[in-house]
């Protein structure tokens, strides 16, 4: 197989892969077994090797000690970690985004707001986990609250820990399907946009917290 190929089969094992994680097709701390991949998919072990190292750094998947792969479980102590760092970082950029987004800030806020108000959380072909569409209008709201801060090295900080979190962003939504993330995101934007600082850091804060309860609650 010449190279290309090769990369271009590895590219679809790995969005495969991701994807099915991200649907809950494979439960949290349930083994990744490449020569189970490989022949569902009817590919080498070498690429699904390739494809599972980069779900690995996507923060999908662990590289065990036995060199095996395996999905991360709830109680693993990174999502603690990861929220730790959020909830410590993200409401002082909100406090700087309130201080310095303009009139076009507003209005991408309003926009990104509708978008994630308009948008079903759950459709009946991407299984029980949130949906691909509904992800994103939630990441880009998040973003443009904080994008008023003007400062691309706290914004790139916030888009890393976004990714690392993704995975425990769906299971929290999936563990408390009775949590109102329409009130919670409706309170952001209203108190971003009347630019009350302590108000907004206190709802962000709040919302956090309610994911990563998600994830320890009746373990």
Request: hydrophobic share 40%.
């Amino acid at each position: 197989m010449s190279s290309p190929d090769k990369q271009m089969l590895s590219e679809q094992v790995y969005t495969h892969l991701r994807d099915a994680i991200m649907r809950g097709d494979h439960a949290p701390g349930a083994a990744l077994k490449p020569q189970d991949l490989a022949k569902e998919q009817g590919v080498s072990l070498a690429v699904v090797r390739e494809a599972l190292v980069r779900v690995v750094g996507d923060g999908l998947a662990d590289r065990l000690p036995n060199r095996g792969f395996a999905v991360p479980a709830f109680s693993d102590h990174r999502w603690q970690e990861i929220t730790e760092a959020r909830r410590t970082i993200e409401p002082l950029v909100l406090r700087l985004s309130l201080e310095r987004g303009d009139l076009d800030w507003e209005a991408r806020v309003r926009a990104a707001h509708h978008r994630l108000s308009r948008t079903p959380p759950f459709t009946p072909d991407e299984g029980e986990y949130v949906s691909g569409a509904w992800s994103e209008a939630h990441r880009v709201f998040h973003r443009t609250l904080l994008d008023g801060c003007g400062n691309p090295v706290l914004l790139e900080t916030f888009d890393r820990m976004w990714t690392a979190s993704e995975l425990a962003r769906r299971w929290a939504a999936h563990r408390a399907p009775g949590r109102d993330h329409l009130a919670e995101h409706r309170l952001l934007e209203e108190t971003a946009l009347a630019r009350d600082a302590d108000a907004a850091a206190e709802a962000l804060t709040r919302h956090l917290t309610l994911t990563a309860a998600a994830l320890t609650d009746g373990r």
